[in-house]
Each structure stands twice: as structure tokens, then as C-alpha cells.
């Protein structure tokens, strides 16, 4: 810790615990002391720590080959990028290796699609985001937040954005122009707090923007891959997106693997020379997302979310503790909503890592819980007793220092 504090940027504020071992849904930390992961590296690691599957395609992959670049052909990225577009009813995919790169590989489509195809006049295209978004860090894609602390002193940003109300249909249908190429959303917001839009609105917005000629773009980075109870959150509501952004568990926990994924007419777009990635699509990437992917559906991790995600979500609620506002949640997604008033979501965080329970909260009020989706509801009925404790002695702790003043 002291290593990291001296010669590491501060640009993380981690719990107090130095983890050095991991085994499907448990971490260990260099104490000896276990802990239940219930955040799940933000939900990469959908599929439990050093699944055993994915541990094995990795290791006999690297018997075989590691990094020949997009110069050459490999075995590896075909059958990945065809069981990729098979599940996600895309006609193509573009490998990236981090989240935030396949967003600008998604930005650069819709520009250039606006351009090409739609016919927007050069440098004039504009695409759409929600209010409270995360799409990740670059320059550009910070620029386009709305939330201050995420884009304050990285200036000047270049534009080209304009920021709609999420989850509001009309705000989005007056924001529409004839230089509108593309609407970027995620379907749930994360790290806004798991945010879930009103019912019915990702059709209305695929309806508006086919009306429109304005591509539909989801960033299913964190909601993908069978967090929210379907394999992908889209598919609560519509058949598809014209583009679709994955990252986190595609990669299995274990490598950085990401992809824009769209239809042939926007997948057109890029020629050779146009977009490219030394790592993005290499054997061991690829390896291991089709991997995921086969985890994916073989286990029904979107399955096992939504049942243990209602469970879960309704027994927090039934706690009643006085210090939550409100629980939202899709699937083995799920935000706690503390009052600000009464307690900070960072002291719960605290005091559940205390009991053995690790998870993270997202601004200061929000307790974010995205266990790996291989947990038992076993395992989920111990966390939920930690989780009840800690609201009770907290609750407890508030009125009697109420009562001593
Ligand atoms: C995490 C995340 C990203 C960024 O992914 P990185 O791999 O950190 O670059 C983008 N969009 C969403 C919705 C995310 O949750």
C-alpha cells in the first residue's frame, strides 16, 4: 500500500485490502483473511476469478501463439468474431482491447457512416449522449460527460456532442437534427449508480431514431455479457442496435478484451488504414472471448441473474433499514441508494469489508453490489446477513448519538 501511495498516481481510492489470491466468487488478502467479491471488477469477472475454463483456453493458448498483429491472419479471430455477431444478431464485429477504445471505435463508425452514408456535410456531425453517462476516459469521451469531476482540467474538448436527458424521449427528439449521426447510451447506467430508464424507452428510442436515420449505438461495457438477466440488456426490449459496444467480461476477468460491433452498412465504413489496434483481436484475446462467450451460455449466467438478482433485490429491500432511499437493479446488478443525510455509501463500503463482504460505492451514495454471476444463493443469503448487520449498527449507532445530543 505504501508502494502504491508513493510511486503510484492517486488516481484511485481503494479499500484498505491488498488481494493476492482469487477463486471464483472468494479473494484472500495477503493476511490470510477471505473475502466474497461482490463487485466483481466492476462486473468483468462475470464469470468467477480465474474460472477454471477460462484459465485453461488461456494457458493452452499460450503453448500455441501470442501476438502476430492484424498483419497477418490467425486461427484464433474468425470463430470469436462469428460467435460473437451469432449472439448479438450483428452482422460485424472490430476488436479493441479496453472499454473506452472500443467507444472511439464506435464514434469514429458513426462520424464517418454520417458522412458516407447519411450524407452529413464534413466536420458537421453530431452525436447524441445521455445525461450522467460513462463510456470511459479518453479526451474525448470524457468531454462528453456530464459529470464535472471526470472532465474538469482535461480540456479543450473538441465538441461534436450534445448531452440529452437520459431516459427522456422527447428531450431526445428535440435534440435530433439533420447533422445527427448516432445516439450513444448506455441501457442501464453504472457508474451513474445502476440507473435503470423508464419501461419501454430503448424501444421507443430505436423506433425515433429508425424515423430519423440516426444510428442507435448501446455501450453494453458494463450491462453485457448477462449482468442485468438477458445476455445482453438490449434484449429486454428490442431485437437489436445498429451498434453495440462490449468490453469488461467479454475478456473473462483475466485479459482486456473489447469490441464495436454494428451492421454491414456501418461496419463499411472502415477501410484498411482507417482504424486499427496492435493487440485488439489477438489469439489470446480472442481465445478467451469466445471462451466467455461459451461460458456465457453454457452456465446461463443471464439466467441465474435474473433469479438471484430478484431474490437478492427484494431482500434488500425488505431489510427496511432507515438509511436506504431506494434499491434499483437488473439482475446481479443492483445499486443501494444511502441517504446522504444519515450515512455515506463509502462508511458501508468500509464496515462490509470489515465482515468479509467486498464492494465499492459509486459517488458518494450509492452502494454498487455485481457479484460474480456464478454465485450460489447460498453464498448471496451470507452477504445479504453482512449487508443487514452493518445498515442495523449503523441505524443503531445514529440514534443513539441523536439521543446524546
Ligand atoms: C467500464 C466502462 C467503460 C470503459 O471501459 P474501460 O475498459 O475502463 O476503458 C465504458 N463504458 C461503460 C458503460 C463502462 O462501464
Known sequence: MALEDKYGAH?????????????????WDVEGNKYLDFL????????????????????????????PSRAFYT????????????????????????????????????RKWGYTV?????????????????????????????????????GPFDGGFEIVEFGNIDALEKAITPEVCAFITEPIQGEAGIIIPPEGWLKQVQALCRKNNVLFIIDEI?????????NFAFQHEI?????????????????????????????????????????????????????????????????KSAELGAYLKQALEDIGSGLVKEVRGAGLWIGMDIDPAKASAR????????????????????????????????????ALIQVTQVLEEMEHEQHSSQAAE
Open 40 to 67: 466483481s471488477a466492476y462486473s468483468a469477472v462475470s464469470a468467477g476469478h480465474l474460472n477454471k475454463d477460462l484459465k485453461k483456453v488461456l494457458i493452452e493458448q499460450l503453448e500455441e501463439l501470442d501476438v
Open 347 to 382: 462508511e458501508v463500503c468500509e464496515r462490509l469489508k470489515k465482515r468479509g463482504l467486498l464492494c465499492k460505492e459509486t459517488h458518494e451514495t450509492v452502494v454498487r453490489f455485481a457479484p460474480p454471476l456464478t454465485i450460489t444463493k447460498e453464498d448471496v443469503d451470507w
Open 75 to 110: 486461427d484464433k479471430l474468425g470463430a470469436f468474431a462469428e460467435n460473437l455477431c451469432t449472439l448479438t444478431s450483428m452482422d460485424k464485429m472490430l476488436p479493441m482491447n479496453t472499454g473506452a477504445e472500443a467507444v472511439e471505435t464506435a464514434i469514429k463508425a458513426a
Open 239 to 303: 431485437d437489436k442496435p445498429d451498434g453495440l459496444i462490449l468490453g469488461k467480461a467479454l475478456g473473462g476477468g483475466i485479459y482486456p478484451v473489447s469490441a464495436f460491433l454494428a451492421k454491414d452498412e456501418v461496419m463499411n465504413v472502415f477501410n484498411p488504414g482507417s482504424h486499427g489496434s496492435t493487440f485488439g483481436g489477438n489469439p489470446i484475446a480472442a481465445a478467451i472471448g469466445l471462451e466467455a462467450l461459451r461460458i456465457l451460455v453454457k452456465e446461463d449466467l443471464a439466467g
Open 222 to 230: 458494463q450491462s453485457g455479457i448477462g449482468r442485468t438477466g438477458k
Open 118 to 154: 447519411k450524407g452529413i456535410e464534413k466536420d458537421k456531425a453530431k452525436i447524441l449522449v445521455s445525461s450522467g453517462n460513462f463510456h470511459g476516459r479518453t479526451t474525448t469521451i470524457v468531454g462528453f460527460s456530464s459529470e464535472e469531476e471526470y472532465k474538469s482540467g482535461f
Open 11 to 27: 488516481n484511485y481510492h481503494p479499500l484498505g485490502v491488498v488481494i493476492d489470491r482469487a477463486e471464483g466468487i472468494w479473494v
